[in-house]
């Protein structure tokens, strides 16, 4: 935002409005800008051209009594960045600007010569003119997009307001799109986790079986090269035998909708339990069936991998006390009743006594139940991984 950069002079250059050759590369690029690997930096970039600016910056807060969610200014200095959402924006006078109007700093403010914003900021980031517009959202996030010229530069003129002003739309409608991609990426992500807490792997593949991602838990069985393995894009089982198999199971796939999915068994050399494959359809549009568009997803299931739950976890969300807890925990890991008794140490009729009063706080009444809850119902409380003997 108001950050120093390399010098950039602009000075005396007269603002015209803006023509449909400048304003078309500039939307194309805000809406562009969404899906890339670092959002709106794209966009920024060429904004600051557009406006003839030293920086353009966009902010997305919920309050302006909290540090920002969000704050990129592609030509800006990092730890600068990180000053003004350390503790900066706590000064900062140019916010809470009437709604969707662009407002110039000293329209804004009038005369801030003396104040702490300029003393503390301003002149230590060589900023002098600052335009802005402020953007409520629908999900309760306020977006701030603030356009800097250096000391030395032109004031920011009418002419500028409207160029900016033109945007505007294309702004808000730009927010709403980003507001529900990250709801959707947030959402992805929750489930991708979930998956990974009960170690099993996901493959997509596309309508030519080549992999178009796996999770980290796929990766780990595949790298591991017992049975299954990754060759360039493709997914080989280690027989020529099985691995037509694998083929003609994997042409059943597409069109049959199967919604309990398809399964396949992956012998391993090392002698390890048989890996479990299921295979499903991925629903997509019509127009999406070519190319890479995923077409099969794959859950690898593999029964000597499994999670260690945490007793303090354990304790905590279902307060039991420390023993009832390490025995809970170690059920939900395979032990017996009998071995729980002997890894802490205590009587078989002790771990029982204790087992009951686990089932009256968990309102369960069989030990299958018990570790259905913890594995289900709880898989945050899965802790590192492990490999069983």
């Known amino acids: 935002m108001l950050a120093l950069a390399e010098p950039l002079s602009f000075r005396n250059m007269a603002a015209e409005p803006a023509s449909t ?139 500028d307001r409207q160029r900016c002003a033109a945007i505007v739309p294309h702004l808000r409608q730009a927010i709403e799109i980003f507001q529900r991609l990250e709801a959707s990426r947030s959402e992805h992500a929750v489930y991708s986790g979930a998956i990974e807490q009960f170690a099993v792997g996901t493959i997509i593949l596309d ?21 299954i393995l990754l060759s360039g894009a493709r997914i080989v089982l280690a027989t020529p035998g099985q691995d037509a198999a694998f083929r003609a199971f994997l042409k059943k796939v597409p069109g049959e909708g199967d919604a309990q999915g398809h399964i396949f068994r992956v012998q391993r050399p090392s002698g390890k339990r048989d890996l479990g494959v299921v295979a499903r359809p991925v629903a997509t549009p019509d127009f999406l069936h070519a190319g890479s568009a995923p077409a099969i997803a794959l859950f690898l299931g593999d029964p000597e991998r499994q999670f260690d739950v945490t007793s303090d976890a354990l304790r905590e969300l279902f307060e039991l006390t ?46 299958s139940q018990l570790v259905h809850l913890i594995h289900t119902s709880m898989p945050e409380l899965a802790g590192h991984q492990r490999s069983a003997a």
Not at 207 to 227: C, F, M, P, T, W
Not at 343 to 366: F, P
Request: negative net charge; proline residues 4%.
């Open 21 to 159: 050759s400048e304003l078309l590369p500039l939307i194309t690029a805000l809406y562009g800008s969404l899906v890339e690997d670092e959002p709106w930096r794209t966009f920024l970039s060429k904004l600051r051209q557009y406006m003839h600016a030293k920086h353009a910056t966009l902010i997305v807060t919920r309050s302006p009594a909290t540090p920002p969610n969000l704050m990129i200014t592609p030509t800006a200095d990092p730890a600068h960045i990180e000053a003004y959402r350390d503790h900066l924006f706590r000064i900062d006078p140019f916010i809470n600007l009437p709604e969707g109007e662009v407002v110039s700093l000293h329209d804004f403010l009038g005369d801030f010569t003396q104040s702490e914003f300029n003393r503390d900021y301003l002149q230590f980031e060589d900023a002098a003119h600052i335009l802005g517009v402020d953007l409520h959202g629908s999900g309760g996030f306020e977006t701030r997009l603030r356009i800097t010229r250096a000391r030395g530069d032109n004031a920011f003129t009418a002419e």
């Open 207 to 227: 309508r030519q079986y080549n992999v178009i991602r796996h999770n980290s838990i796929a990766d780990e069985i595949l790298k591991e090269a017992d049975g």
């Open 322 to 367: 420390r023993t009832e807890s390490r025995i809970a925990a170690c059920l939900a890991n395979g032990l017996t009743v009998q071995d729980s008794a002997d890894r802490l140490g205590i009587a078989i009729n002790t771990a029982r006594a204790h087992l009951r009063a686990i089932y009256a706080k968990t309102g369960v009444c069989r030990q």
